[in-house]
């Protein structure tokens, strides 16, 4: 008898593991499966057929327990800030002018952490991060449900959430296996410190693979499995498949015209979102793009408000506002609380299928349209010179350097060359389509049939290892 318990922290983790096949394999592989949520229990109505939810109580950091785990953000950035443009810049993001006692604290933490910031000295902090909560009565909670659950192995479907780290800490403590699956693309070479140390890691490719152990020195190769990853799976599920006729009725598009699809990401790195919209929207007015139609898809972590007077201004644009809704407000990451429908599943998967091009500021939704080989267009029009939001300096980051050296999208810095991609791809729609199934080999190192499988069957190997 096999146990597995499932943390979910947030509504992409629940879009990746509830609504592709992955439930419904692990329910085949372990005797019991129980879904340890950071979301409300109620958004699992329907999902569930033999497993059961546990929802837990949202865990607050205290200072003591912020300052240790920013100490250990920080020095990771600070080790690996040589020659990685992006760790560099995510550094910099960190520093802090406030005059508050976190402000101060921050000033002072690299001012620490640029003298003291080996791996070891980096497991030194995570310690002490995990002492200042272990008498925290809802970390106590946690510790009452894993010694009734009994779990074999603990799966954490996302590495980062600060949130986690009382969970693992409590697994150690009990001497419950955990395993976590690397969440995105550029979480390892771009980002900071993982929430814990896992004793398994879940990857998507052998080039993911190959970051975790570069960046993770105490990591066992033979630790790390390479499955790919379910966040693309829905896309060869027949559940989520629609007509091309539905799809153009849906969204009231003219099916005798060529679709451009406008993937807004979010306002935190793509505030030049407007910028782009406004450029393509404008040379269909003026006729420079021709018979095509127009449709922008907002992102799901904001509210699109920032568009609204897109929609007076340019009336033929058509939207999708993706159906994702608020399961809970007051949380310290309300954005990890919208939760996906399955309906926009369906409705993303017909976007990628149908539409005729993509254009998107250097987001993961590339990876999503390439799964249908269709071409993408990247715009970076802002740079340190031009007063614009200066999203040229991405292109510097690990994993968009790869996609920039692959030629798989077209890079565009101005007007100019937006619109000369836009009908290159709009009349030869083949260019560049062997360089996008090279880079989706790259990225995304296994077959998108059966991921779900794969994640479940390896985690059942892991639970049984002595």
Same mark, same amino acid.
């Given at each position: 008898?096999?146990?597995?318990?499932?943390?979910?922290?947030?509504?992409?983790?629940?879009?990746?593991?509830?609504?592709?096949?992955?439930?419904?394999?692990?329910?085949?592989?372990?005797?019991?499966?129980?879904?340890?949520? $950071?979301? &409300?229990?109620?958004?699992?109505?329907?999902?569930?057929?033999?497993?059961?939810?546990?929802?837990?109580?949202?865990?607050?950091?205290?200072?003591?327990?912020?300052?240790?785990?920013?100490?250990?953000?920080?020095?990771?950035?600070?080790? #690996?800030?040589?020659?990685?443009?992006?760790?560099?810049?995510?550094?910099?993001?960190?520093?802090?002018?406030?005059?508050?006692?976190?402000? /101060?604290?921050?000033?002072?933490?690299?001012?620490?952490?640029?003298?003291? #910031?080996?791996?070891?000295?980096?497991?030194?902090?995570?310690?002490?991060?995990? @002492?200042?909560?272990?008498?925290?009565?809802?970390?106590?909670?946690?510790?009452?449900?894993?010694?009734?659950?009994?779990?074999?192995?603990? =799966?954490?479907?996302?590495?980062?959430?600060?949130?986690?780290?009382?969970?693992?800490?409590?697994?150690?403590?009990?001497?419950?296996?955990?395993?976590? =699956?690397?969440?995105?693309?550029?979480?390892?070479?771009?980002?900071?410190?993982?929430?814990?140390?896992?004793? /398994?890691?879940?990857?998507?490719?052998?080039?993911?693979?190959?970051?975790?152990?570069?960046?993770?020195?105490?990591?066992?190769?033979?630790?790390?499995?390479?499955?790919?990853?379910? @966040? =693309?799976?829905?896309?060869?599920?027949?559940?989520?498949?629609?007509?091309?006729?539905?799809?153009?009725?849906?969204?009231?598009?003219?099916?005798?015209?060529?679709?451009? $699809? =406008?993937? $807004?990401?979010?306002?935190?790195?793509?505030?030049?979102?407007?910028?782009?919209?406004?450029?393509?929207?404008?040379?269909?007015?003026?006729?420079?793009?021709?018979?095509?139609?127009?449709?922008?898809?907002?992102?799901?972590?904001?509210?699109?408000?920032?568009?609204?007077?897109?929609?007076?201004?340019?009336?033929?644009?058509?939207?999708? /506002?993706?159906?994702? #809704?608020?399961?809970?407000?007051? #949380?310290?990451?309300?954005?990890? @609380?919208?939760?996906?429908?399955?309906?926009?599943?369906?409705?993303?998967?017909?976007?990628?299928?149908?539409?005729?091009?993509?254009?998107?500021?250097?987001?993961?939704?590339?990876?999503?349209?390439?799964?249908?080989?269709? &071409?993408?267009?990247?715009?970076?029009?802002?740079?340190?010179?031009?007063?614009?939001?200066?999203?040229?300096?991405?292109?510097?980051?690990?994993?968009?350097?790869?996609?920039?050296?692959?030629?798989?999208?077209?890079?565009?810095?101005?007007?100019?060359?937006?619109?000369?991609?836009?009908?290159?791809?709009?009349?030869? &729609?083949?260019?560049?389509?062997?360089?996008?199934?090279?880079?989706?080999?790259? @990225?995304?190192?296994?077959?998108?049939?059966?991921?779900?499988?794969?994640?479940?069957?390896?985690?059942?190997?892991?639970?049984?290892?002595?």
């Amino acid at each position: 008898m096999k146990k597995l318990g499932i943390v979910i922290t947030d509504g992409v983790g629940f879009r990746n593991f509830i609504l592709s096949d992955f439930l419904s394999e692990a329910e085949k592989q372990f005797e019991e499966v129980v879904i340890l949520s $950071c979301l &409300p229990a109620s958004v699992y109505e329907g999902f569930l057929k033999k497993s059961r939810v546990i929802e837990l109580a949202v865990f607050q950091e205290k200072f003591s327990t912020w300052f240790f785990r920013k100490t250990k953000e920080i020095a990771h950035l600070q080790l #690996h800030k040589n020659n990685n443009f992006g760790i560099t810049d995510n550094l910099n993001a960190n520093k802090s002018k406030v005059k508050s006692p976190r402000g /101060y604290a921050t000033r002072f933490i690299f001012r620490w952490t640029s003298l003291l #910031h080996s791996e070891n000295t980096i497991q030194r902090y995570t310690k002490l991060q995990q @002492q200042s909560f272990k008498n925290n009565p809802i970390v106590k909670d946690y510790k009452e449900i894993f010694e009734k659950e009994k779990f074999d192995i603990l =799966f954490f479907t996302h590495q980062r959430p600060p949130f986690i780290a009382p969970l693992v800490y409590q697994a150690e403590q009990l001497k419950v296996k955990t395993a976590s =699956f690397i969440f995105s693309w550029d979480n390892l070479a771009s980002k900071g410190r993982m929430a814990a140390n896992f004793d /398994y890691y879940l990857v998507w490719s052998d080039l993911m693979k190959k970051e975790l152990l570069h960046f993770y020195k105490k990591v066992q190769s033979q630790n790390v499995s390479v499955v790919g990853t379910p @966040q =693309f799976e829905p896309y060869v599920l027949d559940r989520y498949k629609i007509a091309k006729t539905d799809f153009y009725n849906r969204f009231n598009l003219d099916p005798f015209k060529k679709t451009i $699809c =406008f993937s $807004c990401g979010d306002i935190s790195t793509s505030k030049n979102d407007e910028l782009y919209i406004t450029a393509i929207a404008e040379a269909i007015q003026e006729n420079t793009i021709q018979n095509v139609n127009l449709l922008v898809r907002t992102s799901p972590a904001e509210d699109p408000i920032r568009f609204e007077r897109f929609v007076s201004k340019f009336p033929f644009i058509k939207w999708n /506002y993706p159906k994702w #809704h608020l399961a809970r407000t007051g #949380h310290q990451e309300e954005w990890s @609380q919208r939760i996906p429908s399955k309906e926009d599943v369906a409705d993303l998967r017909s976007i990628l299928e149908y539409s005729d091009l993509n254009v998107n500021m250097l987001s993961t939704m590339s990876l999503d349209f390439m799964q249908f080989d269709k &071409p993408v267009i990247n715009p970076v029009f802002g740079n340190k010179e031009n007063g614009l939001y200066d999203d040229q300096r991405f292109l510097h980051y690990p994993h968009i350097e790869n996609v920039v050296n692959s030629n798989a999208t077209r890079i565009v810095k101005n007007e100019n060359e937006l619109i000369d991609a836009i009908q290159l791809y709009a009349e030869q &729609p083949n260019t560049d389509s062997e360089n996008r199934k090279q880079l989706i080999q790259l @990225q995304i190192g296994k077959p998108l049939e059966g991921t779900s499988k794969r994640i479940a069957t390896i985690l059942r190997e892991w639970s049984q290892e002595k």
